[in-house]
């Protein structure tokens, strides 16, 4: 969270250590949380969240849990998917299943992202 808000100097300088000189990998639910607290507590529109994912993505030296599942979710977060139903729709692809969902918004933008998706 440091490493890309730099909303406190000295934690912001030990993230910026340890993000360069460590391995780091990042779980799916890590992966969430960073997600919701910057929509949440930073203001965060989801282009700069979807940037900041993909940032991580991008260092040498991170690497996340199921990344073919991140991938995923991000690409479906720029067709306006949320990064919460993003992760369960990678999750039920990775599994071949069909989503089964009440919100209508979400079966629309998956099902053009091609994800089978039922709207219940």
Same mark, same amino acid.
């Given at each position: ?7 406190? /100097?000295?934690?912001?300088?030990? =993230?910026?250590? %340890? ?7 990042? =779980?799916?639910?890590?992966? $969430?949380? @960073?997600?919701?607290?910057?929509? +949440?507590?930073?203001?965060? /529109? /989801?282009? #700069? ?6 940032? $991580? ?5 991170? +690497?996340?849990?199921?990344?073919? =599942?991140?991938?995923?979710?991000? #690409? $479906? ?9 993003? @992760?369960? $729709? ?9 989503? %089964?969902?009440?919100? #209508? ?14 709207? #219940?």
């Amino acid at each position: 969270m440091r490493f890309l808000t730099h909303d406190d /100097p000295a934690q912001t300088a030990r =993230a910026i250590t %340890v993000m360069k000189h460590r391995n780091v990998r990042i =779980a799916k639910t890590v992966a $969430l949380e @960073l997600a919701w607290v910057l929509r +949440s507590a930073y203001d965060f /529109p /989801p282009a #700069a969240i979807i940037e900041a994912i993909e940032r $991580l993505g991008g260092m040498h030296n991170v +690497s996340f849990e199921d990344p073919r =599942a991140i991938v995923l979710a991000v #690409a $479906l977060m720029k067709t306006g998917v949320e990064i919460e139903d993003a @992760l369960h $729709l990678a999750a039920c692809a990775e599994a071949e299943g069909e989503f %089964v969902t009440f919100d #209508a918004k979400l079966a629309k933008r998956g099902t053009q992202s091609g994800m089978k998706i039922t709207l #219940a």
